[in-house]
């Protein structure tokens, strides 16, 4: 016989889960320096134009 589930219980863990997601990526985002914030959109930057400079153009 198969297990009884509660779907609202379900529903509710999933959105739970969703909102810690969303929690720790705010905490990433806001809870640095302006001069991490900095650093890390400059290297991001880089990154960026270093992989553009590596592309062909056929």
């Known amino acids: 016989m198969a ?5 609202k ?3 509710k863990r999933r ?3 969703a909102k810690e997601e ?3 990526e705010n905490r990433l ?3 640095r320096s ?3 914030r900095k650093l890390t959109e400059a290297l991001n930057e880089k990154a ?3 992989l553009d400079a590596l ?3 056929d």
């Open 3 to 7: 297990e009884i589930v509660s779907l």
């Open 48 to 50: 960026q134009k270093d």
């Open 15 to 17: 959105e739970r889960a």
């Open 9 to 11: 219980l379900h529903r």
């Open 29 to 31: 985002a806001h809870g």
């Open 55 to 57: 592309k062909r153009e």
């Open 22 to 24: 969303k929690a720790a």
């Open 34 to 36: 302006k001069t991490e």
